[in-house]
């Protein structure tokens, strides 16, 4: 790994309020950090499955409509300010979004995610394969969704799979950025 670049920029988009840890991370590893706000300050709880939480009722709230325009108004600004933005959330992209990516992209997805299905991964990777951009999808066995920023760190698979998908990113960073 060598040294990000001053322009480096990571746009990080979670749920959870424990991406700011992971956010920090990658802040740590040299890389300037954003993490816009898109559930309007009710971000969801490190463990998504306490009782009463309700996932679909978030993103009901903070559906596309709300959030597209803070994702565009912050890659915009970090574009104008630093050059270069990252940004991904695979799960809720539209083909076309990602038949229109002008640069390398990196996923990382977890087994059973049950927001990036197999299937998903399927489509993503058919349509990967159409656009002239070199790209990398590395599955995680044994996580499910956030397995990167939520997940038990008293499993040993569940510790590899966060710590692998860090490293994971960070090098890819500093091959491409």
Same mark, same amino acid.
């Given at each position: 790994?060598?040294?990000?670049?001053?322009?480096?920029?990571?746009?990080?988009?979670? %749920?959870?309020?424990? =991406?700011?840890? @992971? /956010?920090?991370?990658?802040?740590? #590893?040299?890389?300037?950090?954003?993490?816009?706000? !898109?559930?309007?300050?009710?971000?969801?709880?490190?463990?998504?499955?306490?009782?009463?939480?309700?996932?679909?009722?978030?993103?009901?709230?903070?559906?596309?409509?709300?959030?597209?325009?803070?994702?565009?108004?912050?890659?915009?600004?970090?574009?104008?300010?630093?050059?270069?933005?990252?940004?991904?959330?695979?799960? %809720?992209?539209?083909? =076309?979004?990602? @038949? /229109?990516?002008?640069?390398?992209? #990196?996923?990382?997805?977890?087994?059973?995610?049950? !927001?990036?299905?197999?299937?998903?991964?399927?489509?993503?990777?058919?349509?990967?394969?159409?656009?002239?951009?070199?790209?990398?999808?590395?599955?995680?066995?044994?996580?499910?969704?956030?397995?990167?920023?939520?997940?038990?760190?008293?499993?040993?698979?569940?510790?590899?799979?966060?710590?692998?998908?860090?490293?994971?990113?960070?090098?890819?960073?500093?091959?491409?950025?």
């Amino acid at each position: 790994m060598h040294a990000p670049s001053s322009l480096s920029t990571l746009l990080l988009l979670s %749920l959870a309020a424990v =991406s700011m840890f @992971l /956010a920090d991370s990658f802040a740590r #590893a040299g890389y300037v950090t954003v993490m816009p706000d !898109l559930f309007g300050g009710v971000p969801a709880p490190g463990d998504i499955n306490v009782p009463g939480f309700n996932t679909t009722e978030l993103l009901d709230r903070r559906s596309p409509d709300v959030t597209d325009p803070i994702v565009a108004n912050t890659i915009e600004y970090i574009h104008t300010k630093l050059g270069v933005v990252f940004a991904a959330h695979p799960g %809720l992209l539209q083909s =076309s979004e990602i @038949l /229109a990516v002008e640069g390398p992209v #990196a996923v990382a997805a977890g087994d059973h995610d049950n !927001l990036f299905t197999a299937e998903l991964r399927n489509e993503l990777e058919a349509l990967l394969l159409m656009v002239a951009q070199p790209y990398q999808v590395s599955l995680y066995s044994g996580t499910g969704h956030g397995f990167a920023v939520r997940m038990d760190l008293n499993d040993p698979q569940q510790k590899f799979a966060k710590q692998e998908s860090f490293l994971q990113a960070v090098r890819w960073f500093g091959h491409f950025l």
